[in-house]
């Protein structure tokens, strides 16, 4: 019959159990490392002895994102503070000091998923009522569902669209400051590679701490927009060493572009949904594909315009009927 173990002998069999196998190469580039020794000297990796636990995961953590040393605290905070020491000093070739623009994308794009995550799995609907009572308190329900069709896709597909929207940004950016030579158009990559990843950072966190309610969450969307705009501001004036009246034009110059980019995208939707809706009240058979979120709202488009068609009707025949009566009760009267 075996003895039990004393509380110290445990102790000893579980530290035992939890060591790794140290082994004479490094696990990170497979070169020579000595047992007694903690880094390797070819890619500086740390030898690690345990095996994973709550406690060192959790210290692993801390260690990377919450130490004053970490590149990823020192660029969020500089972001705000000199942002032009960031995106200028990874232009000038500077990659030490604070994290490369693709890494803190990376990290923009993993927290804005993680912030999707949470909406889809227990905050859909917090979030779809924050939204329209950001765009509209009155939107029916046919509207609602177009809204939440629109979100679930954004939402699938928001690495896609951060990736995309950042050349767009950076074309505009160029064009706006073609007078100002000082970065090219592969510069101003960068540039809207850390102002967004930044953009998207803050207002992630922003609103996770206010996803619980939908109130919150519309007034977060708000803050979100704003700071969207006047951060995208303080970051050019900083890299381009505006002036006052200098900011103003280039920022008028900006949305401009930005304006006449959004009607040149939207524009075939458009005509296409007015040539539906034309062809809808002419009588044509009109064949529209409800799979899409377009077809979505052509369809609910159609549909509420036959219903106030049907409302005005209703309401001028109303009308008509309470002329006639007051007309009779008048004649009798008379009488």
Same mark, same amino acid.
């Given at each position: 019959?075996?003895?039990?173990?004393?509380?110290?002998?445990?102790?000893?069999?579980?530290?035992k159990?939890?060591?790794?196998?140290?082994?004479?190469?490094?696990?990170n &580039?497979?070169?020579?490392?000595?047992?007694?020794?903690?880094? &390797?000297?070819? &890619?500086?990796?740390?030898r690690?002895?345990?095996?994973l636990?709550?406690?060192?995961?959790?210290?692993?953590?801390? =260690?990377?994102?919450?130490?004053?040393?970490?590149?990823?605290?020192?660029? +969020?905070?500089?972001m705000?503070r000199?942002?032009?020491?960031?995106?200028? !000093?990874?232009?000038?070739?500077?990659?030490?000091?604070?994290?490369?623009?693709?890494?803190?994308?990376a990290i923009?794009?993993s927290?804005? !998923?993680?912030? @999707?995550?949470?909406?889809?799995?227990?905050?859909?609907?917090t979030y779809? =009522?924050a939204?329209?009572?950001?765009?509209?308190?009155?939107?029916?329900?046919?509207?609602?569902?177009?809204?939440?069709d629109?979100? !679930?896709?954004?939402?699938?597909?928001?690495?896609?669209?951060?990736?995309?929207?950042?050349?767009?940004?950076?074309?505009?950016s160029?064009?706006?400051?073609?007078?100002?030579?000082?970065?090219?158009?592969?510069?101003?990559?960068?540039?809207?590679? @850390?102002?967004?990843?930044?953009?998207s950072?803050?207002?992630?966190?922003?609103?996770?701490?206010?996803?619980?309610?939908?109130?919150?969450?519309f +007034?977060?969307?708000?803050?979100?927009?704003?700071?969207m705009?006047?951060?995208?501001?303080?970051?050019?004036?900083?890299?381009?060493?505006?002036?006052?009246?200098?900011?103003?034009?280039?920022?008028?110059? +900006?949305?401009i572009?930005?304006?006449?980019?959004?009607?040149?995208?939207i524009?075939?939707?458009?005509?296409?949904?007015i040539?539906?809706?034309?062809?809808h009240?002419?009588?044509?058979?009109?064949?529209?594909?409800?799979?899409?979120?377009? !077809?979505? +709202?052509?369809?609910?488009?159609?549909?509420?315009?036959?219903?106030?068609?049907?409302?005005?009707?209703?309401?001028? =025949?109303?009308?008509?009927?309470?002329?006639?009566?007051?007309?009779?009760?008048? =004649?009798?009267?008379?009488?």
């Amino acid at each position: 019959m075996s003895r039990k173990l004393t509380k110290k002998e445990r102790k000893e069999l579980k530290k035992k159990n939890n060591l790794l196998e140290v082994k004479e190469t490094c696990v990170n &580039c497979n070169q020579f490392i000595a047992l007694d020794q903690r880094f &390797c000297t070819h &890619c500086g990796g740390k030898r690690i002895y345990n095996r994973l636990t709550w406690r060192n995961l959790i210290e692993d953590f801390l =260690d990377r994102f919450l130490n004053l040393e970490n590149s990823f605290l020192k660029t +969020f905070v500089a972001m705000f503070r000199r942002p032009e020491d960031v995106i200028g !000093g990874y232009i000038n070739g500077m990659r030490k000091k604070y994290l490369p623009a693709f890494s803190y994308f990376a990290i923009a794009i993993s927290l804005t !998923g993680f912030y @999707y995550f949470l909406l889809q799995g227990w905050f859909f609907d917090t979030y779809i =009522d924050a939204q329209t009572q950001l765009f509209s308190e009155s939107m029916q329900e046919p509207q609602v569902q177009i809204q939440q069709d629109l979100t !679930g896709a954004l939402m699938e597909n928001q690495s896609l669209y951060m990736f995309l929207i950042i050349p767009i940004l950076a074309l505009m950016s160029r064009v706006v400051f073609w007078n100002y030579k000082q970065y090219n158009l592969v510069e101003h990559f960068v540039i809207f590679l @850390y102002t967004y990843s930044h953009i998207s950072i803050v207002s992630v966190i922003l609103q996770i701490l206010f996803i619980w309610s939908s109130s919150l969450l519309f +007034f977060a969307s708000i803050i979100v927009m704003l700071f969207m705009l006047f951060f995208s501001i303080y970051v050019l004036k900083r890299l381009f060493s505006l002036d006052a009246a200098a900011m103003i034009l280039k920022t008028s110059l +900006f949305f401009i572009i930005l304006s006449l980019f959004m009607c040149l995208i939207i524009s075939p939707v458009i005509v296409y949904g007015i040539k539906t809706v034309i062809a809808h009240k002419e009588g044509k058979d009109v064949n529209i594909d409800e799979s899409t979120l377009m !077809g979505k +709202f052509l369809k609910t488009s159609i549909e509420q315009a036959e219903r106030q068609k049907r409302k005005d009707s209703i309401k001028k =025949d109303s009308i008509k009927r309470v002329e006639r009566f007051q007309k009779v009760e008048l =004649d009798l009267s008379k009488r």
